[in-house]
Nanobody, 125 residues
């Protein structure tokens, strides 16, 4: 069974840092792009970041560019999201996803076939 399991969420003060991790099954990790999305209460799911497997190319949402870094951990079949300079508006449920998007669709939820259950990030101001 293919699965994605997120970890690392929690409560942090504004300006602080947090690192999320997502562990994937071997098949997913070696064959799919991995992405992070987030969803705040009452809002649509928003693209955060993605990283391709074959060339390591990364993509970021405009609201996190320069503050968040996505990376793959090949030894652990994991993808990490390092979040710095956190703001209250970063508060959301963060999801890991796997898919095979083309460049023009990398930010769309429908490009991803597998999803984790999410990990909550709360930033207090």
């Amino acid at each position: 069974q293919e699965q994605l399991v997120e970890s690392g969420g929690g409560l942090v003060q504004a300006g602080g840092s947090l690192k999320l991790s997502c562990t994937a099954s071997e098949r997913i990790f070696s064959d799919y792009a991995l992405a992070w999305f987030r969803q705040a209460p009452g809002k649509e799911r928003e693209f955060v970041a993605a990283v391709r497997y074959h060339n390591g190319m990364t993509y970021y949402g405009d609201s996190v560019k320069g503050r968040f870094t996505v990376s793959r951990d090949n030894a652990r079949n994991a993808v990490h999201l390092q979040m710095n300079s956190l703001k209250s508006e970063d508060t959301a449920l963060y999801f890991c996803a796997a898919g095979r998007p083309i460049t023009s669709t990398v930010r769309r939820t429908e490009s991803y076939n597998f999803w984790g259950h999410g990990t909550q990030v709360t930033v207090s101001s």
